[in-house]
């Protein structure tokens, strides 16, 4: 199985900051990397798909790059209401994967 | 508007049987791959299985392979997954989710829609 290793495990950072997290795939994923946000209570939310393609209705301040097996998420300016835990997932095997979360929250 | 909604949780006991579904409505149901995933308490997200739209092409992680299995009556829009042997690591919320992409006979693996998951407590 592919193995998806996110960092860091916890973040704080103001609003305003730039904040950014990254996945490591165990081996070459091409693409085919997600990212989630899931607030406390609730079902995950997709935010970028296929890497670096914002989901529709998702604010421009989130963005995603990479390929291979290395990736990079991004939230330009933190506000508030990003506060929450983020996910990437693979899907370059069909045994998707996800990272182990990355928990953010503001300092 | 989209809509999963997951039942069939409850507690059970190790060695026991649960079956689980999800009853989706606002899109055409056959023509979408779906998936459970769940989260154990305080943990990560984990895939379970994915079955596609036309039902032909399923999958599983290795840790319920044998165990579970993944099934749809797309006469009645409905997602199971019949779950047996059960562990106290298989305690969980289910959710399942449906693919972004419109692919009758594979799986694509982006998640669009959740559910907002059923309980599953696997203790004696």
């Known amino acids: 199985d592919i193995q998806m290793t996110q960092s860091p495990s916890s973040l704080s950072a103001s609003v305003g900051d730039r904040v950014t997290i990254t996945c490591q795939a165990s081996?070459?994923?091409?693409?085919?990397l997600n990212w989630y946000q899931q607030k406390p209570g609730k079902a995950p939310k997709l935010l970028i798909y296929?890497?670096?393609n914002l989901e529709t209705g998702v604010p421009s301040r989130f963005s995603g790059s990479g390929s291979g097996t290395d990736f990079t998420f991004t939230i330009s300016s933190l506000q508030p209401e990003d506060i929450a835990t983020y996910y990437c997932q693979q899907y370059d095997s069909l045994l998707y994967t996800f990272g182990q979360g990355t928990k953010l929250d503001i300092k | 508007e989209v809509q999963l909604l997951e039942s069939g949780g409850g507690l059970v006991q190790p060695g026991g049987s649960l079956r689980l579904s999800c009853a989706a409505s606002g899109f055409t149901f056959s023509n979408y791959a779906m998936s459970w995933v769940r989260q154990a308490p305080g943990k990560g997200l984990e895939w379970v299985s994915v079955i596609s739209g036309s039902g032909v092409s399923i999958y599983y992680a290795d840790t319920v392979k044998g165990r579970f299995t993944i099934s749809r009556d797309n006469s009645k829009n409905t997602l199971y997954l019949q779950m047996n042997s059960l562990r106290a690591e298989d305690t969980a919320l289910y959710y399942c989710?449906?693919?972004?992409?419109?692919?009758?006979?594979?799986?694509?693996?982006?998640?669009?829609?959740w559910g907002q998951g059923t309980l599953v407590t696997v203790s004696s």
């Open positions: 989710a449906k693919d972004r992409d419109q692919v009758i006979a594979v799986a694509v693996g982006t998640f669009d829609y």
């Open positions: 296929d890497a670096s």
């Open positions: 081996q070459d994923i091409r693409k085919y």
